[in-house]
Nanobody, 125 residues
Framework: QVKLVESGGGLVQPGGSLRLSCVAS????????IAWFRQAPGKEREGVSC????????VSGDSVKGRFTISKDNAKNTMYLEMNNLKPEDTAVYYC??????????????????WGQGTQVIVSS
């Protein structure tokens, strides 16, 4: 059974850090491109960061560049999103995603086929 399970969300103060994890089961992460998306209340889903399966190149949204880092550990079949210097506008449900057929996708949600259930991040003082 294919599954992506996120964890690591929570309440954090502005300027703080969180690391989100996404464990894959039922398939290996190694051959596939990965990404993180987020959706804030009342807003459309937004691409945060993605990593190519071909060369490991990373594309990040302008709002998170220099603050968020995507990575994966193939041995643990887990992907991560390291989030630093968090801002209230980063508050959202964060989703991990995997692209099966596109080796170097961009941050377009239709390119991704497997999705996690989401983990809530709240940035507030």
């Amino acid at each position: 059974q294919v599954k992506l399970v996120e964890s690591g969300g929570g309440l954090v103060q502005p300027g703080g850090s969180l690391r989100l994890s996404c464990v894959a089961s039922g398939f290996p992460l190694d051959p596939y491109a990965i990404a993180w998306f987020r959706q804030a209340p009342g807003k459309e889903r937004e691409g945060v960061s993605c990593m190519s399966a071909e060369d490991g190149s990373i594309v990040s949204g302008d709002s998170v560049k220099g603050r968020f880092t995507i990575s994966k550990d193939n041995a643990k079949n887990t992907m991560y999103l390291e989030m630093n210097n968090l801002k209230p506008e980063d508050t959202a449900v964060y989703y991990c995603a995997v692209a099966l057929f596109i080796k170097t996708p961009l941050l377009r949600d239709y390119e991704y086929h497997y999705w996690g259930q989401g983990t809530q991040v709240i940035v507030s003082s």
